[in-house]
T-cell receptor
Framework: GENVEQHPSTLSVQEGDSAVIKCTYS??????FPWYKQELGKGPQLIID?????GEKKDQRIAVTLNKTAKHFSLHITETQPEDSAVYFC?????????FGAGTRLTVKP | GAGVSQTPSNKVTEKGKYVELRCDPI?????LYWYRQSLGQGPEFLIY????????DSGLPNDRFFAVRPEGSVSTLKIQRTERGDSAVYLC?????????????FGEGSRLTVL
């Protein structure tokens, strides 16, 4: 089955700096790669996603890149703000289910 | 508009007891997923429903876990003879696209504590 690994597990940045979170996946058949943000006591919420026929996607301060050959994808947050502080999960979709990484706790210090 | 609703939000039970966790998905979403999330971990897939049928239950850890969705809307996750290791947050998500892969809308979860 699919295996998703995510790094780093924790990340602390200064407000205004960029943050990068990286994930690798094992199954080359996976074709959809979302990123979710989870705040304390809440369920994960989708922030951006990318499909396997696209190499990069951007939405304001958030961007995701996908390298199918290397089977890795990354989340980039620019001009970070304190409200970006949360746990971020990458995921890979194959067939019926979505497999998640272990998460990255991002702290943005004012 | 209502999102995914899960009840109870918190459940404390004793080892060996039976528990039921309920999920009410977004109206019109045919796909429904159950995940389990332990502290500091990502959601772990349990089971996926497309309509009334379980399309993939490969994530259920053992036969103490069972889930139903009899009318293709509300789903119930049932855990028999609970063990302390079952303690986790159980997340439900629904999706419009199902197998076509699209956004999952998560509920806030049911936190299960087995003493």
């Amino acid at each position: 089955g699919e295996n998703v690994e995510q790094h780093p597990s924790t990340l602390s940045v200064q407000e205004g700096d960029s943050a990068v979170i990286k994930c690798t996946y094992s199954d080359s058949a996976s074709n959809y790669f979302p990123w979710y943000k989870q705040e304390l006591g809440k369920g994960p919420q989708l922030i951006i996603d990318i499909r396997s026929n696209v190499g990069e996607k951007k939405d304001q301060r958030i961007a995701v890149t996908l390298n199918k050959t290397a089977k890795h994808f990354s989340l980039h947050i620019t001009e970070t703000q304190p409200e970006d502080s949360a746990v971020y999960f990458c995921a890979a979709h194959n067939n019926n289910d979505m497999r998640f990484g272990a998460g990255t706790r991002l702290t943005v210090k004012p | 508009g209502a999102g995914v609703s899960q009840t109870p939000s918190n459940k404390v039970t004793e080892k060996g007891k039976y528990v039921e966790l309920r999920c009410d998905p977004i109206s019109g979403h045919t796909a429904l997923y159950w995940y389990r999330q332990s502290l500091g971990q990502g959601p772990e897939f349990l089971i996926y429903f497309q309509g009334t049928g379980a399309a993939d239950d490969s994530g259920l850890p053992n036969d103490r876990f069972f889930a139903v969705r009899p009318e293709g809307s509300v789903s119930t996750l049932k855990i028999q003879r609970t063990e302390r290791g079952d303690s986790a947050v159980y997340l439900c998500a629904s999706s419009l696209k199902g197998m076509m892969a699209g956004e999952l809308f998560f509920g806030e979860g049911s936190r299960l504590t087995v003493l």
